[in-house]
């Protein structure tokens, strides 16, 4: 990995993680960043060559929606032997591929109920979505003990069209890049196809959403002890997205013309993230994103020059919510820059990003597209892609004044290697009949008939 004199090998056109043409570039950070990758080359992302391995796997906690029964489904076309566990009405609802394991007690009986499982029907992989969910963080812990492939799935990085599929963790638990080298010519590869654009996808959420909590509330008394990670009311996510929907529209044009008055390399960029994600209670200092708003701003108030602006745009799936625009409001005008600062519900993402002089996230995945048009970026939690050469390492202060871009070549390499290690092509919120265009042919069938799943490891 190395060059002469200790410098760091990069590449002169895709990066540190490419193939190409090898400068040498002197820089002790990055060298640091660098020192711990493992040496190993893989021509495909490394879990989904897990799982195309697999003989058992054992599906956990899905998203709402279809997604895990397509994920079944192109198991069982491989030969695979796939086993599912119910833990609320929603659940059951969705899964229609495999006859579920039902699981109707409190958090306190999940470790002894999930051992049990894996004893009886032996798994050698284990997936699931969401790895802070408390049913996940005891698999988490099982699947280590028994050193079991385990595979942790969520929204892609690189939305839409992708979902993020990793051994062991993602986001900030992440070890894949420290682990893996992508490299096009290493065997075996995988063939994927490029991710689709993907049509009515907000629509399609917001169905599965609606059905699946209709489902969790009809079948609250078959699991009275279960306890949900989010809001769980049907009236509330009904309210919710219809509220949703008429922001959407009545925004739409005054965020429209809003934007358009925005010059560039006026401003700088603050995307929101949901208050209920993982990433802000797990891997953030902020209690959630009122303070992360505030803390902003007031670095700004203070350190910013005065012809500069601030944006914020509220995330797009907590549009339906009461939002942060009346704290935004009243901390501008207590900071005496109410006229130097905006919050959008509506507006094009990348385009706001591609005009910033600077973006400023939590861990948002937002930050990917900075660091893709090279516009100087600031994290303030615990984020991947928050390495010497990509993001800015001082204080938040001095952001606003010494915001050095991101280095090209290593974006380029990082972003190679991000994209092939972590992402498969996939529509996560796709409908039931919609197939994984991932490959179908088993490298090992199974022979014979397949292992009967415990109705009741208990």
Known sequence: MHGVGGGIQVYSEVGVFGRAARGVVNDSAADAFLADLSPQCVGANPALLRLMQARRVLLLQGPVGPFFDRLADWLKQRGTDVARVAFNGGDLRDCRSVQPVVFDKGPAQWPHFLEQLLHLWEPDTIVLFGQCRSHHRVARELAGRRRLALIVTEEGYFRPGHL???????????????R?????AAVPSVSLPPAGRETWLWQKMALHACAHYLALWRGRKAFPDYEHHRETSVLNYSSYWIGSLAKKYLRALPDHLTTSNLSASSYFFVPLQLESDSQITQHSRFPGIADFVVEVMHSFA?????HMQLVFKQHPHSRGGPGHAALIRATARELRIAGRVVHLV?????TLVENALGVVVINSTVGLQALARRRPLKVMGEALYNQPGLTFQGDLDSFWFERPAPRARIVAGFLEQLRNL????CHVYGLRDTPLPWPVEPSRRRRGTAAAVPKDPR
């Open 422 to 425: 972590t992402q498969v092509p």
């Open 346 to 350: 509506e507006g094009h993402t990348p």
């Open 180 to 184: 893996f080298f992508w490299d096009p």
């Open 302 to 306: 203070r350190h910013a020059s005065d």
């Open 164 to 178: 993020t599929m990793e051994l062991d963790g993602v986001n900030g638990l992440s070890t894949t890049l420290n």
